[in-house]
């Protein structure tokens, strides 16, 4: 049971970050040198966690309710031909920014903020729309945080108290603010007040739908990676508020979400960190 466990985590783990992953977690983690957050951190106990996978989840569903920020990962990503790449660079991304050294940290902000410049498009209505744009990027960033924090909230190890949360909250602000964003929440409050100001932008489109359709009924995985992403993924909806369902025709299951899903998305997050621990 332990090697099977053991070769579930880490299929996941290399789905997630992708085939540099393995090298990517050595040279982020094994550098020597000053880091931007202190171990054991709001910010680094989160992004630690195994519930990260359900974050991440939730966090892309979530981003494709702004049409300028789906647009743009439609027209210059997409879903169908790179959704994974995506899903590795944010996830090399954050884990850069979290836990490498500050030099390395800054170097992937700059790689980024210089993808950002390049992706530009129009809206249909004539609107035009560029990645670097600090009011989108303030969207993404909201909507990563909510989904990481409301993560951790359900399935993480530990519990944060209010002040943990509120710190992780301005912590993540720092690296928002790098990557160009604006007027980024600083505790957990303002969060909210800044995900509800977003409310009347948002709308499902048909490329947000299609989007949701691809990551939920059609991810690239092998036969046997599909039922323990199905738990995670059913995990990423259960999360979602209720007037995210009707625009992206998600389903509400109030009743088993908070039974049957969470209990199955525990059993998936903890088999993860299991795992992924360095004992296992």
């Known amino acids: 049971m332990g090697g099977v466990r053991d070769r579930l985590g880490q299929a996941l783990f290399l789905r997630v970050a992708g085939p540099e992953g393995p090298a990517a977690r050595e040279r982020i983690h094994g550098t020597e040198g000053p880091r931007w957050f202190e171990p054991g951190s709001p910010i680094t106990v989160v992004h630690a966690d195994a519930s990260m996978f359900v974050g991440g989840i939730r966090s892309l569903l979530l981003q494709t309710l702004h049409p300028a920020a789906m647009l743009a990962v439609s027209e210059h990503s997409g879903f169908r031909g790179d959704m994974w790449g995506r899903l590795h660079r944010t996830s090399t991304f954050l884990a850069t920014t979290t836990f490498a050294t500050a030099e390395d940290a800054q170097r992937q902000v700059d790689i980024v903020r210089a993808i950002h410049k390049r992706v530009v498009g129009t809206m249909p209505d004539g609107t035009p729309y560029a990645a670097s744009d600090p009011h989108l990027l303030r969207w993404v960033h909201v909507a990563e945080v909510d989904s990481f924090l409301r993560a951790y909230t359900v399935y ?14 301005a912590q993540v602000g720092e690296v928002a603010l790098r990557l160009g964003a604006v007027d980024v929440p600083s505790t957990e409050a303002e ?3 800044a995900l509800a100001s977003y409310r009347p932008e948002l709308r499902g489109t048909p490329e947000a739908r299609e989007a949701v359709r691809y990551l939920l009924v059609k991810p690239p995985l092998p036969l046997a990676a599909r039922a323990p992403y199905g738990v995670l993924v059913a995990a990423a909806v259960g999360l979602m508020p209720a007037w995210t369902r009707p625009p992206l025709r998600l389903p509400w299951l109030p009743v088993t979400e908070r039974t049957v899903v969470r209990a199955l998305g525990s059993a998936a997050t903890g088999t993860i960190r299991w795992a992924m621990s360095p004992s296992a």
């Open 191 to 193: 969060l909210a007040e």
């Open 156 to 169: 993480g190890r530990n519990e944060l108290d209010q002040a943990g949360r509120d710190q992780y909250v």
